[in-house]
Structures are given as C-alpha cells and as structure tokens.
C-alpha cells in the first residue's frame, strides 16, 4: 500500500532563517505531489504541485519555492521566512495520470516563525 | 467554483448513524462529487468520491441524489474517532487545476 511521509511534524524558526520540509511517498510510481498550507482556522492554499521529476508548477507568488528531484520526493524551501509563512504544511500525493482523483495527505508540519 | 453547502455542525451519539448532508444545486455533468474529513492537528483524510451512483468503501456510505443537486455521506456507526471536519467538494474539469477547496465544512461532535 502507499504511504506518504511527511517531517518535521513541528518546527519552530526565526524570521529570516531558511526552511527546508520534505515529504516522500512510497508504494507508487511517478505520483503527482502537492504542497498546501492550511493557515489557523481557514482552508486549503495550493502552493505547488507536480506531475513529475523537475516539474513544477506554483499557484500563488511567494517566498517559497519547491524542488522535486526524485520521482517520490518533494521539497519546500525558503531562503529567508518571513512571518506570514507560519501555518500548517501540507504535502499530498494522487495517483498519477488521471486527474481529480482523490488526494492523500502526509500528517503535515506546524511551522511557527519567532 | 461550484459551491457546495454544509451545515456548520452536527452531533451524534456513538454507534449511532450519521447523515451527513452537502447540497450542490450548481453541480454540472461531469463533477465528481469528493468527500474528506479533517481530524483535530492532523491532514486531511480522503473518505469517498462519486459521480451518479451510490458508492460505499470500508469508510462510509455516499448517498446521491437522482438529480445530483444533493448527497449524504453516512457513517453506519459513529465512533469517537470520527468527530473531525467534513468536507463535501466538487472535483471536474471546469476547474481548471487539480487543487482541493475546502468550504468550511461540517464539524461533526459524537459523545460517548
């Protein structure tokens, strides 16, 4: 069966400091991979998503960026946080090549900017 | 987005049904109809998807209105596990990416 790993499960970091999350998933081939952020209280934001190996594709300019450089891994940077970019990160696979099939989640990373 | 309506909260007895509602007077052809739920700190969970019949899984039950406009999701037995956040989405090709858009949901209590 699959799995999706997702950590830290927490991280707290100073305003300006990098981030670097990262999320794997296992038992499927070349998934499609999301990363959402869910701020306090509201819904989903899509940040990126990715069809395959170095393809990504953003939905809302920002101060993140993410990198996929293996068929089940996917990173979310930053190069210097800002205190808008705490919340709750998400991180998503479907499988691949149909779309608006159902989404799995990892279990995220609460990121809290000081 | 096609929008989709929930009550805000609802209440159960464990081991009790629970008839979960979503109106979608807007839906189109093709919309699938998606189900997910949200427990307190953790990600989203998927729970089950249809287009025009009744489906169930190990989860739950959804229940399809004939003309679509509505659906149920049923919970056979309410365990204290399944108090979170659900959430009834429209998921088709009018919307033009493959992102999830959570309405606010239905939050769902059951009491022992």
């Known amino acids: 069966s699959q799995t999706i790993h997702q950590w830290p499960a927490t991280l707290v970091q100073p305003v300006g400091s990098p981030l670097s999350l990262e999320c794997t998933v296992e038992?499927?081939?070349?998934?499609?991979l999301y990363w959402y952020r869910q701020a306090a209280g509201r819904g989903l934001q899509l940040l990126f998503y990715?069809?395959?190996?170095?393809?990504i594709s953003s939905e809302v300019p920002q101060n993140l960026s993410a990198s996929r450089p293996q068929d089940r891994q996917f990173i979310l940077s930053s190069k210097k946080l800002l205190l808008s970019d705490s919340g709750f990160y998400l991180c998503?696979?479907?499988?691949?090549?149909?779309?608006?099939?159902?989404?799995?989640f990892g279990d995220g990373t609460r990121l809290s900017i000081l | 987005d096609a929008k989709t309506t929930q009550p805000n909260s609802m209440e159960s007895n464990e081991e009790e049904p629970v008839h979960l509602p979503c109106n979608h007077s807007?839906?189109?052809?093709?919309?699938?109809i998606h189900w997910y739920r949200q427990l307190p700190s953790q990600g989203p969970e998927y729970v089950i998807h249809?287009?025009?019949s009744n489906v169930n899984n190990r989860m739950a039950s959804l229940a399809i209105a004939e003309d679509r406009k509505s659906s149920t999701l049923i919970l056979h037995r309410a365990t204290l596990r399944d108090a979170a956040v659900y959430y009834c989405?429209?998921?088709?090709?009018?919307?033009?990416?493959?992102?999830?858009?959570f309405g606010t949901g239905t939050r769902l209590q059951v009491f022992p």
């Open positions: 038992g499927t081939s070349n998934p499609n």
């Open positions: 990715s069809v395959g190996i170095g393809q």
């Open positions: 249809g287009l025009t």
């Open positions: 807007t839906i189109s052809g093709t919309d699938y």
């Open positions: 989405i429209l998921r088709g090709p009018l919307y033009n990416t493959d992102k999830l858009i």
């Open positions: 998503a696979w479907s499988p691949p090549g149909r779309r608006y099939q159902p989404q799995h």
